[in-house]
């Protein structure tokens, strides 16, 4: 019989499934590699800021832009800093997918580990922070809140993710299955993606978060 900790996985182990790493590789696809050059690098964040800046119809330089551009630095330098021991060239300025994935996996694990969201860090064997998207979220949340009222609703919902090419029809459809009131709250968008990036459960609203599962070429 296995101790319990014979029987833990390890940091570096990868323990998503199939379907984990479908969802993992469409959040690469649909919110990161907005270049599509099948890495996650400095230039997406940039092209995130635009993307920002449309949705919030903000000009260059003014504060709401300039907050932004602030933020959004922040997260690409720390994602950068916790995705470190994934690169095998400590030079490379950027993210492939596999290092994604496994990045993604060891935050899977501490997910489990901690069984909620927020989740902070992985201690299993050196300290990963996961403050940065956590932060994120919450950015994203503001962003798509143009009204200001503190919910998110569907026109809100669409209007945001046309900038990262998902149709009317399919944010529509994805935000049917995740509100039933018309509306996602904060904490309800923080559970939502609590099961986007941690559910095995393919039934799970949060699935629909970013619209239909991308399906790499075969
Ligand atoms: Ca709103």
Known sequence: MMSESEAQPQQGQMILTPFQIK???????????THKDMTVSRQD???LLKKTARIRQWKTGSPGYKKAAERLAGFWSALMTGNKRYRNNALQAHIKLDEWLQYWSDFVMAAYDEGDFPVKSCHRIAPVSYAWHTNFLEFLFELMDVSGDGVIDKSEFTNCFAEFSLSPEECGK???EMSKDGEIKKDEFAKLWYQYLTSTEESD?????LGKLYTPAE
């Open 23 to 33: 969802k993992f590789e469409h959040l690469f696809h649909t919110l990161y590699d």
């Open 45 to 47: 964040f940039f092209e």
């Open 174 to 176: 994805a935000f049917d």
């Open 205 to 209: 609203p949060g699935n629909s978060l």
